[in-house]
């Protein structure tokens, strides 16, 4: 079965621009899970959807937005890009809406110029 | 919110053992064991639930007190591929968000 995926696995933006992240579950998960992780630190959660419904959210300003469609597949969006935006970011997917396993995909690297 | 990790860096020689700690100051709902390798995604290892129960890992095991908002993760007679970072991530009652902590990076060496 595959994994979860993430496209793309590199991408160079420079400051103002926006970006869009694309994340797609293991087959059968309905939760997805947003994360950034800096360099040397653990991943800091970002958003969690459930059935296309926003579960949870991080303390990240509102130019950080996702969501997620029929098919489970989910974007995560950031507008304004900034400097500090740099960073690994991870999609995690999971069966249900709770903290159940979560199984990570291979990231996105942004760096942010 | 964010629990702290200890320590922040251990190395072993293969077959010893090691203990990573995490605690909190907030009551815990749940705790997260993850093992992230250079350049690689978060592997899941183990989860403990409040009221005891642990879902995980056979050769790695964990240890939750809730009184205490605590919990270990026990690394016995490590092997070479036991390296890479550590990181716990716990789960406050009601806040629908895991928060990891800073990781504690293992090296297992010959």
């Known amino acids: 079965d595959a994994g979860v995926t993430q496209s793309p696995t590199h991408l160079i933006k420079t400051r103002g621009q926006h970006v869009t992240l694309r994340c797609s579950p293991i087959?059968?998960?309905?939760?997805v899970s947003w994360y950034q992780q800096v360099l040397g630190q653990g991943p800091q959660f970002i958003f969690q959807?459930?059935?296309?419904?926003?579960?949870g959210r991080g303390n990240f300003p509102d130019r950080f937005s996702a969501r997620q469609f029929p098919n489970y597949s989910s974007e995560l969006n950031v507008n304004a890009l900034l400097l500090g935006d740099s960073a690994l970011y991870l999609c995690?997917?999971?069966?249900?809406?709770?903290?159940?396993?979560?199984?990570f995909g291979p990231g996105t690297r942004l760096l942010v110029l | 919110q964010q629990p702290v990790q200890s320590p922040q860096a251990v190395i072993l020689r293969e077959g010893e053992d090691a203990v990573i700690n995490c605690s909190s100051s907030?009551?815990?709902?749940?705790v997260h064991w993850y093992r992230q390798k250079h350049g690689e995604a978060p592997v899941f290892l183990m989860i403990?639930?409040?009221?005891?129960e642990q879902k995980g890992h056979d050769k790695i095991s964990a240890s939750f007190n809730e009184k205490k908002q605590q919990s270990s993760l026990y690394l016995t007679a490590s092997q070479l591929s036991y390296s890479g970072t550590y990181f716990c991530?716990?789960?406050?009652?009601?806040?629908?968000?895991?928060?990891f902590g800073k990781g504690t990076k293992l090296t297992v060496n010959p």
């Open positions: 991530g716990t789960e406050i009652g009601g806040s629908e968000k895991l928060v």
């Open positions: 403990l639930l409040k009221g005891g």
């Open positions: 995690a997917s999971s069966l249900d809406s709770g903290w159940e396993t979560q199984y």
């Open positions: 087959s059968g998960h309905k939760s």
């Open positions: 959807y459930y059935e296309k419904e926003e579960r």
């Open positions: 907030k009551a815990l709902y749940s």
